[in-house]
């Protein structure tokens, strides 16, 4: 990949972040995480994003997974690892 394309990528999740972060506070709760994917699945259509079919806990698993320091928030570098290793793939 070239390098404009990987910070094509880095300002997109950017972005993605800033409008999911709601309340500013700089990461993510399990609600505006699971607003996120909603907003997705509404704007693109449910193949855009496979955990819009999630349920409460389902969602609960993905967040889990994405919060690795367990603090009960997504951080933006915690968002950005996972968001980019799945653009990656």
């Known amino acids: 990949m070239s390098q404009l394309s990987e910070k094509h990528k880095l300002d997109f999740v950017n972005a993605l972040f800033q409008f ?4 500013d506070d700089g990461a993510l709760t399990l ?5 996120l994917y909603e907003r997705l699945a509404l704007q693109f259509g449910p193949e855009s994003s496979p955990l819009s079919e ?6 609960r698993a993905k967040f889990d997974s994405v919060d ?4 009960g928030k997504v951080t933006r570098q915690e968002f950005l690892d996972d968001l980019l290793a799945f653009l990656h793939d």
């Open 20 to 23: 999911t972060d709601e309340d």
């Open 31 to 35: 609600d505006e995480f699971s607003t």
């Open 54 to 59: 999630l349920s409460g806990s389902e969602y």
């Open 68 to 71: 690795v320091d367990h603090d």
